[in-house]
Every structure is written in structure tokens, then in C-alpha cells.
């Protein structure tokens, strides 16, 4: 089959694909690199299933619903942010998450939760066995 790379313009072309049949892949492994799963948007997959999609209005992580963490590292934190897939959780500073939303952070860290244009908000927020202490300001 003749497959047209390259246009007169010098534009790289290729088809469509999908998420198990890739537009553009590894020789070795099919179903994992890029496809446009509609006009206007671009995707990518691994293993046969999408994990990626950016188009017009949005970039979606785990469109599928899969069992599929996701995590974002810092200079110095590797889970500086962390999706648990399995659980619906997420941390902060915390790969295992217990709770709907866990921060894991060291006793001297202070966290702002600020609530619209009154600039109220919680300054300092400390555990004391099993009392949280919030100062408002």
C-alpha cells in the first residue's frame, strides 16, 4: 500500500488512527504512540488505550476511566501531586492517599485556603493529637 508521508509543502501527514491502532507508533510496539480521535484534537496511547487527550477546549487525563495514577513532581517532591485511580484520591505530598483529599506536609508548613474577594482565610493549620487548631485572619 503506498502511504504519503511527506506533501509538496513539505506538511507531514497521517491518518487518523486510535488508541490500539496509532497513527504514528513504534515498529515494535503498535498500539502505543499518537492518534486524532476527532477533528481538532490530538491523543495519545499506550497499550492499546488512550491516556492523553488535548483538543480545542480541554486537556483530559484518563478519558477512559482506567486504573491509571497520575503524578506531577517537584523540584524536591516526587508526589508533589497525586491521583490515586483506584481510589479517587488525591494527595498532596502523598503517594497513598487515605482520605477523598490528603495533604501530607511537615509541622512547620502553613497552608491558605482563601475564600473570593473577602481575603478570608485559614493562616495556619496545625495538628494536636486529635484537634485542629485554624486561626482565622
Known amino acids: 500500500a503506498w502511504v504519503e508521508l511527506l506533501q509538496l509543502d513539505g506538511t507531514l501527514t497521517l491518518e487518523d488512527g486510535s488508541a490500539t491502532n496509532c497513527a504514528l507508533a513504534f515498529r515494535d510496539d ?23 487527550q ?19 513532581e517537584g523540584d524536591t517532591e516526587a508526589n508533589l501531586f497525586y491521583v490515586d485511580a483506584s481510589t479517587d484520591r ?5 503517594s ?4 477523598h483529599f490528603t495533604v501530607n506536609a511537615s ?3 502553613r497552608m491558605n485556603i482563601k475564600s473570593g474577594s473577602n ?7 496545625k495538628y494536636f493529637y486529635s484537634f485542629c487548631w485554624c486561626f482565622l485572619i
Open 30 to 52: 503498535l498500539n502505543t504512540g499518537i492518534f486524532s480521535g476527532a477533528d481538532n484534537q490530538f491523543n495519545i496511547a499506550t497499550g492499546g488505550a488512550e491516556r492523553l
Open 54 to 72: 488535548i483538543d480545542s477546549t480541554a486537556v483530559v487525563f484518563n478519558d477512559e476511566g482506567l486504573d491509571t495514577d497520575f503524578r506531577i
Open 90 to 94: 488525591i494527595g498532596i505530598g502523598h
Open 96 to 99: 497513598s492517599p487515605d482520605r
Open 107 to 109: 509541622a512547620t508548613t
Open 119 to 125: 481575603k478570608c482565610f485559614i493562616y495556619y493549620l
